[in-house]
């Protein structure tokens, strides 16, 4: 009859009483198949507990569910087979304790706060074989259609090529020429007066740089002195005298008092 009162004998009593910390479900499931009650409901439980004062103890987290609480017996279980995949190890935990719902992530955070390890660090060990090994991956036209051929390049890559000896002017207004096709994609490309004066003078030494003395694009060594790198920052800096934009008839005037001044500051440095 509806609404008709429940009677637990002393043993069922003692029975949930000692597992009250369980989930509602969990312990319902577990009364059911110990006692075969099938007129307690899950909520008959739920009363039950609240009027005998049984409650699960402290909530997790952000009040999300209850302390979940397992046996000694089933933490020893889950230790023994900690090797085993978490998959596979939380399908057979819920096969061999039924009255438990956990879900595959609670399971795996059950592992790790417990120090149930795998033992594995996701590394291949030595000597594994990839399991393709010695396949041959089958013709799909779609994707041979956009797979790399040797030797050549498809796509963007081949409309945004460059052959070597390609010529470009830098945002800085230098003229530039593709050298290789190597690495990394810096070198690729070097300045040109820059290759010109070293064919003519040899490497440019440490320390020093090449100062255009008029117009950008004329690439001519004659066109560029080697000075200081010191120096660049009182020819071109906005402290500087801004010797790109000066006069003509003023950048040789610029030019010795920057080369002065330099000298002053290198000597000031090396008597401290």
Known sequence: MKGARIHYTKRQ????????????RDLHAAFVRRFR????SVDHLRCLCVRKGWLTGPRTGRGKGRLRVYTKAELTWIKRRRTVPRRD????????????????KGFKQLCKAKGFMTGRDGRLVK???PANKGKKMPFNANS?????????????????????????????????????????????????????????????????????????????????????????????????????HAPAELKPT?????????KIADKRQQSQ
């Open 13 to 24: 009593l003692a029975f949930i009483r000692r597992r009250k910390r369980m989930e509602r």
């Open 37 to 40: 009650r099938r007129d307690v």
């Open 89 to 104: 190890l939380h399908a057979a935990f819920i096969a061999a304790f039924a009255h438990h719902t956990i879900s595959l």
């Open 127 to 129: 000597g594994n074989i």
């Open 144 to 244: 041979a259609r956009t797979q790399f051929k040797k030797g050549g390049r498809t796509g963007r890559a081949n409309e945004l090529y460059k052959p070597i000896g390609t010529e470009r002017l830098s945002k800085d207004g230098y003229l530039e020429r593709k050298i290789h096709d190597g690495m990394p994609l810096q070198s690729r490309w070097r300045a040109v007066h820059l290759v010109n004066w070293e064919k003519l003078n040899g490497p440019l030494p440490k320390g020093m740089a090449l100062k255009c003395l008029g117009d950008k694009s004329d690439t001519a060594p004659s066109n560029w002195m080697l000075v200081p790198r010191s120096m660049l920052p009182r020819l071109n800096n906005r402290w500087g005298r801004n010797f790109d």
């Open 254 to 262: 610029i030019m010795a008092v920057a080369k002065l001044e330099t």
